[in-house]
């Protein structure tokens, strides 16, 4: 159901920015749920990238790491954690059983309106 409702945010998000993501992040907690990352790649048809695992800790060092002048910028306090953090990227699969699934998952919540 989870998976399910993520791309159900992401369709919003596209129709909104009229751009659609490339790729799903999950950090923190989830990221470390295997079978949560593959359903999500698989039921919004992209690519899932899982990690890091401690993103809350790693923001806020990362915050105080520019608020000291070690590193310039968000975009260069991202490359540092994209190289020091292992990351797991989940491709989408068997997303035509999603697809049905989403069908269904989308008549429940318009039942529930």
Known sequence: MLALRYRWILE???RITGTAPAAL???GGGARNTLLCQFA???CGIPVV???VEATSLG???VQLIAAGLIGSVAE???????????TTYLPRDTSLWDDAYGRFTAALAKRR
């Open 60 to 62: 806020n060092a990362l």
């Open 12 to 14: 919003r998000i596209a």
């Open 77 to 87: 306090g991202r490359e540092l954690v994209r190289l020091s953090f292992p990351m």
């Open 25 to 27: 992040h999950v950090v």
């Open 50 to 52: 899982a990690g890091p």
């Open 41 to 43: 790649a698989d039921a």
